[in-house]
């Protein structure tokens, strides 16, 4: 396994593999890697002859106040699993080297209608730097092929919509959700919730279990499943729900119905003390 810390040195090494008929697929990650970024390399290594992973905690993506500077950084552990599961190359950039004039005079990929809602609202600059950062990445590796999880369903829906907008050569490819054996998503942040925290945080898990059962016995009224998907987090103690909504699975607009032919996906996101978890899942398909 290489490691390039430069944007030449990855790109060599990428062009390298490309030469020797190669395809080329990323996972671009923050690092704290766990069992979900895993199920992204191992996808990557099945749809792919060279896995990259990009590990950059992106300080574009953070607002005022978010958790940048406490956002767990354990590289050695990320390179051993990185080696582990069977990665070609790992590229560790440095803030510099990722925006060489800063983050407030970088260039920025705005995806509008997709940026400012949900999760865009409660982080207004968030999607911009995942975009931007993203974009990057692709330029720089420039791969066939890049996984995302599922559990951001925001992030790889306006993924998916810049590619296409921007005429990026890659396939996006996503994968479901990987969970703790009790139903958490996995997520880097779990490790901040505490005891109580945690044992409340399936209250998402829960709330979606019952939406997804509610529309299979023939509930369609969008806001009913409202109600039963906000019912189990408003009455957990540890949880301040933020949302919990019913949408398009592509374009995110709210439904009034759910109908056969309009792919719906439930929406979850809560605050636990000051760790806020999301969670989705498709209701029908
Ligand atoms: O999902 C993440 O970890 C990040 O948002 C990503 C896609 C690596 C961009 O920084």
């Given amino acids: 396994m290489q490691v390039a810390t430069t944007i030449p040195s990855a790109r060599q090494a990428v062009e390298q593999a490309r030469a020797e008929g190669r395809?080329?697929?990323?996972?671009?990650?923050?690092?704290?890697l766990h069992a979900g970024h895993l199920a992204l390399v191992e996808e990557c290594r099945r749809l792919a002859d060279y896995a990259a992973v990009s590990i950059f905690v992106n300080p574009a993506q953070f607002g005022p106040g978010e958790?940048?500077?406490r956002y767990p950084r354990v590289l050695e552990d990320d390179l051993r699993m990185c080696e582990a599961a069977g990665v070609d190359l790992v590229f560790k950039p440095s803030a510099d080297e990722m925006y060489p004039r800063g983050v407030?005079?970088?260039?920025?990929?705005?995806?509008?209608?997709?940026?400012?809602?949900?999760?865009?609202?409660?982080?207004?600059?968030?999607?911009?730097?995942?975009?931007?950062?993203?974009?990057?990445?692709?330029?720089?590796v420039r791969p066939d092929v890049a996984v995302f999880g599922q559990k951001d369903y925001q992030q790889q829906a306006l993924l998916r919509r810049m590619v296409e907008d921007l005429h990026v050569p890659v396939e996006i490819v996503v994968h479901p959700i990987v969970r703790e054996p009790d139903g958490l998503a996995m997520s880097s942040r779990n490790?901040?919730?505490?005891?109580?925290?945690?044992?409340?945080?399936?209250?998402?898990?829960?709330?979606?279990?019952?939406a997804v059962a509610a529309v299979a016995a023939g509930e369609s009224d969008a806001d009913r499943v409202r109600q039963i998907l906000r019912s189990p987090i408003e009455s957990e103690g540890a949880a301040v729900l933020d949302y919990a909504e019913v949408v398009d699975a592509l374009s995110l607009e709210k439904l009034g119905r759910i109908e056969p032919g309009r792919t719906a996906v439930a929406l979850v996101a809560a605050r636990f003390g000051k760790t806020r978890l999301i969670d989705n899942a498709r209701l029908t398909e």
């Fill in 23 to 32: 395809r080329i697929g990323l996972v671009p990650t923050m690092g704290a």
């Fill in 67 to 69: 958790d940048y500077d």
């Fill in 191 to 210: 490790i901040y919730l505490d005891p109580d925290q945690r044992r409340g945080s399936l209250a998402l898990r829960r709330a979606l279990e019952a």
């Fill in 104 to 140: 407030p005079d970088a260039t920025f990929v705005e995806v509008p209608g997709l940026s400012h809602v949900f999760e865009g609202v409660i982080r207004p600059t968030h999607f911009r730097g995942v975009a931007t950062v993203v974009l990057g990445l692709f330029e720089i």
